[in-house]
């Protein structure tokens, strides 16, 4: 797969996704009409309401998942298949127990038969770069959640992806550990001006890390408004929570979501 270096980094072409009828269940249509296009080196988030179709978007960008109709583009190529210009980062972290956080962060890179040297020099770079510098040779159960979650974005940027694709990867953190990896995040993906699609439920998450917001309507999803965010200082979250604007996008958003006292879980 060759790439466009004019083309949009990401992008959804009326893409639709059905699920089959299984058992009892009937077909679920997870995600309709969607459209839009993310050009290199913007990070932008994805809301909406739980079993919208967040997940299934970005497994169809990943090429886990093919769309029932419509096509995904990377670099200007339809998606057909998991491919190295995507990397994908969950709220699991998904290491290896039985690797060292080195191995770890080197194992897309062994798969690519880099050699060794080079692959060493890769994750101590990004080790560093993620604060992890010292526990290269530490198993996954011997870092504490935030810093395994911080391995896993370093596994995620050894590759070298053309798009991160990133799935809820600090819902499972405490708020301040979570606030310091949105900072490393914000500033790796700035200096590196790498394309970011990242899910969230915390609105105020998705105001501090993106250029731009999605809105999801419930299932079957599709991407209702776009907000953009227009903050100074990307590369700089903390800094962007302190600005009364972030507050107001919040609730714009959550007015948008139709979250309000009466809100129930479904
Ligand atoms: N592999 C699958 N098979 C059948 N239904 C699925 C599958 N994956 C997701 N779904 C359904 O598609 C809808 C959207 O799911 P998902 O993309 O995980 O939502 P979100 O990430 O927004 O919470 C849900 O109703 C879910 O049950
Ligand atoms: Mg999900």
């Given amino acids: 797969m060759s790439l466009s270096p004019l083309a949009a980094a990401i992008e959804f072409i009326g893409v639709e996704k059905r699920f089959a009828a299984r058992g009892r269940s009937a077909e679920v249509l997870a995600a309709r009409d969607i459209h839009f296009s993310i050009a290199a080196g913007e990070v932008v988030s994805i809301i909406g309401p739980s079993g919208c179709g967040k997940s299934t978007l970005l497994n169809m960008g990943a090429g886990l998942a093919r769309p029932s109709a419509g096509q995904v583009r990377v670099g200007g190529q339809a998606v057909t298949g998991p491919n190295k210009h995507v990397a994908f980062m969950l ?30 020099a890769v994750s101590q770079r990004l080790l560093q770069q993620c604060h992890l510098q010292g526990f290269e040779r530490h198993y996954p159960n011997q ?57 969230t439920h915390d609105l105020s998450e998705a105001v501090a890390l993106s250029d731009r917001i999605l809105v999801m309507s419930e299932r079957p999803g599709t991407i209702v408004e776009e907000i953009r965010v227009e903050l100074p200082d990307r590369p700089n979250p903390m800094q962007r929570r302190k600005l009364p604007r972030l507050s107001q996008l919040v609730s714009e958003l959550m007015t948008l979501l139709k979250l309000d006292a009466q809100s129930e879980v479904h």
């Fill in 143 to 199: 870092l504490s959640g935030g810093m395994r979650q911080r391995a896993a974005m370093a596994r995620t940027l050894a590759v070298d992806p053309l798009v991160l694709l990133m799935d809820e990867p600090f819902s499972a953190l405490d708020a301040q550990t979570k606030m310091i990896l949105q900072q490393d995040l914000a500033k790796t993906v700035a200096s590196a001006g790498k394309t970011v699609v990242f899910i």
């Fill in 91 to 120: 709220q699991k972290d998904l290491l290896m127990p039985w690797r060292t956080i080195a191995q770890n962060v080197e194992f897309g890179l062994e798969l690519r038969a880099v050699p060794a040297a080079q692959r060493h």
